[in-house]
Nanobody, 122 residues
Framework: QVQLVESGGGLVQAGGSLRLSCAAS????????MGWFRQAPGKEREVVAA????????YYADSVKGRFTISRDDAKNTVYLQMNSLKPEETAVYYC???????????????WGQGTQVTVSS
């Protein structure tokens, strides 16, 4: 199994920045992809960004391109999500998740963190 612990959420004003962290432990050698998702109240969980383990290929949802950056620290088995120019509508619980395959749908993510709340005030 893989354990994931997110941190870095909080309250920020519109236009501000936050950096989320997701530390992985356990069978980290099985990880092929890590993604960040978010879920706002009353809405479905959506993918925000993802990064593959071997090629470091990245994916971003159209709504965050140019503002969010996903990155990895191999030594710490940690993935970060730098979020700039945040908008009030991006208030949500942000989750990280890992998959043992490099490409696949949301259902291919095997393990999920507990989530961290991001609140963007207007």
């Amino acid at each position: 199994q893989v354990q994931l612990v997110e941190s870095g959420g909080g309250l920020v004003q519109a236009g501000g920045s936050l950096r989320l962290s997701c530390a992985a432990s356990g069978r980290t050698f099985t990880i092929r992809r890590m993604g960040w998702f978010r879920q706002a109240p009353g809405k479905e969980r959506e993918v925000v960004a993802a990064i593959t383990w071997n090629t470091r290929s990245t994916y971003y949802a159209d709504s965050v391109k140019g503002r969010f950056t996903i990155s990895r620290d191999d030594a710490k088995n940690t993935v970060y999500l730098q979020m700039n120019s945040l908008k009030p509508e991006e208030t949500a619980v942000y989750y990280c998740a890992v998959s043992n395959v490099a490409v696949g749908p949301r259902s291919s993510y095997n393990y999920w963190g507990q989530g961290t709340q991001v609140t963007v005030s207007s």
